[in-house]
Structure formats: structure tokens, C-alpha cells
């Protein structure tokens, strides 16, 4: 199966939304995800096309000299392909293009597949927002990369 990153466009917005409605307890709105690939300077989001299908996507902001990952999710029939691996490591490299020096996100402790990829890809835990989730008020650990 070939796999293909590209930026997010608006034409892509369905196949994320399956994506993000089937991930995630508190999905973001077509709204949210227009607004960061239309009206955010700060923004870099991307797909992972499959024949013509949706398979992932990621994104993030780039503020100073930090990335911080926002999102990242793969469509259940794609998961366990490295497409996680491979949509981080394009926003890795994109983070080094634009002179980052380091990489934030947060996660969902329970989210353990997320937390493997993360410390897989060299980010480490360096603290807990109480309550972060507002949807279920779960904690969410605070991961950093550094380069």
C-alpha cells in the first residue's frame, strides 16, 4: 500500500472528520479544522493519502523556535502501518526546517498506543496538566523533544 503526505486541503476535510469523529471522545469541528489549514499562520497540517482515501493526518503550530504537535490520528483500517511513525517524522522535519529547537504535544495517559509512538520518536514526559481533558477530565502528560 502507498502511502502519501501532503498538505491538508479543504477537500480532504471528510475523511479527517471520519478519522477524528471514530479517534477521539471530543472530536474538533470542520470549522476547527478549516480555520487551521485557511486562517492559521502558525499552522502545518497534513494528510496521509491512500489510493484516494484519507488514511491519518497530523498537524501542528510552529510558535519561536517550538513545534507543538496538536493532533495526530490514523483511520482504524490503517492503523498498525507506521503511518503514525511516518506523519510525526514529516512533522519532525518540518519543525527542523523552520529552526525549531524542540517539540511539545500533550496525551491522554490512557492512550497508550499515542504515548509509545511518542517515546518511540524520543519524546519524554516532563509533567501532568490536572485535568486537562475537559470531556472526561483526565490528565494529560506534558511529552517534550529537544534537537
Not at 14 to 28: D, Q, Y
Not at 84 to 104: F, H, N, P, V, Y
Request: charged residues 20%.
Amino acid at each position: 500500500m502507498e502511502i502519501n503526505l501532503i498538505a491538508m486541503k479543504k477537500e480532504h476535510l471528510k475523511g479527517v472528520l471520519e478519522i477524528e469523529n471514530t479517534s477521539f471522545p471530543t472530536p474538533w469541528s470542520e470549522m476547527a479544522f478549516d480555520h487551521e489549514i485557511t486562517g492559521n499562520d502558525f499552522a502545518y497540517y497534513i494528510v496521509a493519502i491512500s489510493g484516494e482515501k484519507v488514511a491519518g493526518y497530523a498537524g501542528m503550530w510552529i510558535i519561536l523556535d517550538e513545534g507543538h504537535v496538536t493532533t495526530l490520528a490514523v483511520h482504524p483500517a490503517n492503523r498498525r502501518q507506521s503511518i503514525g511513525q511516518r506523519l510525526l517524522t514529516e512533522l519532525i522535519t518540518e519543525a527542523l526546517k523552520r529552526g525549531c529547537t524542540k517539540m511539545t504535544l500533550e496525551v491522554r495517559p490512557s492512550n497508550i498506543t499515542a504515548l509509545d509512538l511518542y517515546q518511540k520518536m524520543g519524546f519524554i514526559s516532563y509533567g501532568v496538566r490536572p485535568g486537562y481533558y475537559t470531556d472526561t477530565h483526565e490528565d494529560a502528560i506534558i511529552m517534550w523533544k529537544h534537537f
